[in-house]
């Protein structure tokens, strides 16, 4: 059984996680350390990597999370694009070795072109249930879940019903994606216990620091809904550039400020909910998050 176990943490008490992913640039591994430290002072039960598609990134997602491991407990992302059964089993077995005892397992975007995952598994449920079948409870495993439904899923009840499955083949607990509707969370909570969801939600919030990151997040890829007090921090920024498409750093600069404010007192709205956990995608700046917490007046 893995050493830790946040669901059970989560059910003792509140927990604080973070996301960051392997930089592309090597501007951006010289700053990891860095970003990986800042992020370990709030003292956060663990720090979670992402992983390119079919395992593209592999090497890279090690590297992050060793160095996650140096400093706190790593918890690694794994998607079920072009992944083979004995391709997996390797990998985790890797992972297991090194110490990594902690999974989210996901299906993954497809990528551009394609319609399916191209390798042996389906779906995320797949993926939890080979997992579990291979290794026991060696792993703790972690499923997504978005609180206003799935882009693909047909409807909300078809989504849950799928979140159900992935429990009961063994899911620990759930990390959401972005949702900044509150009262959408609450209405989906509701229906989560209805059917019968029991393990542990730890809401994935993701900063509000520049429009395109809010519009690619919300509208590409998410279809999350956009509040009213989320739409004004929108429009009274949309004018960001001037006449020669040149983009003016005092409106970019205003933006942070009030989203900033807005993703403190959002992180506030969902404490009073009394949640299990909070997720936070840093994006590898741990300044947005620092700022974000200390506003909310979050302590650990």
């Not at 997040?217 to 498409?245: E, Y």
């Not at 992180?267 to 009073?272: A, D, E, Q, V």
Request: glycine share 8%.
């Amino acid at each position: 059984m893995a050493a830790i176990r946040f669901s059970d943490r989560m059910r003792e008490r509140m927990t604080l996680s973070f996301e960051v992913f392997p930089p592309k640039t090597e501007a951006g591994w010289k700053k990891l350390p860095g970003v990986i430290d800042d992020l370990v002072s709030f003292h956060p039960d663990y720090i979670s990597c992402t992983y390119g598609a079919g395992g593209s990134n592999v090497g890279m997602n090690e590297a992050v999370l060793q160095l996650i491991g140096k400093k706190v407990t790593a918890c690694t992302h794994f998607t079920c694009i072009a992944a083979r059964k004995e391709s997996v089993r390797e990998q985790l077995s890797r992972y297991l070795e090194e110490g990594i005892e902690h999974v989210l397992a996901l299906r993954g975007d497809y990528p551009r072109g394609w319609s399916e995952t191209g390798g042996e598994f389906d779906h995320a449920s797949d993926l939890v249930h080979f997992i579990r079948e291979e290794f026991g409870d060696r792993f703790e495993i972690a499923v997504a879940a978005a609180p206003g439904g799935h882009v693909e899923c047909r409807s909300e009840d078809e989504d849950i019903s799928f979140l159900r499955l992935k429990q009961d083949l063994g899911a620990d607990y759930i990390i959401t994606q972005l949702c900044y509707d509150l009262e959408q969370f609450k209405v989906w909570r509701e229906k989560l216990d209805k059917a019968g969801i029991t393990i542990p939600i730890d809401v994935g919030i993701m900063p509000v620091t520049t429009k395109h990151g809010v519009m690619t997040q919300c509208f590409s890829h998410n279809a999350c809904a956009v509040p009213r007090d989320l739409a004004l921090v929108l429009t009274h920024h949309w004018f960001d550039k001037d006449p020669d498409g040149n983009e003016i750093p005092e409106v970019k600069a205003a933006f942070r400020e009030e989203g900033l404010n807005y993703s403190a007192d959002l992180l506030n709205r969902y404490l009073k909910l009394g949640i299990h956990g909070i997720h936070l995608y840093a994006l590898n700046r741990s300044s947005d998050v620092r700022e974000v917490l200390e506003r909310s007046g979050f302590h650990v």
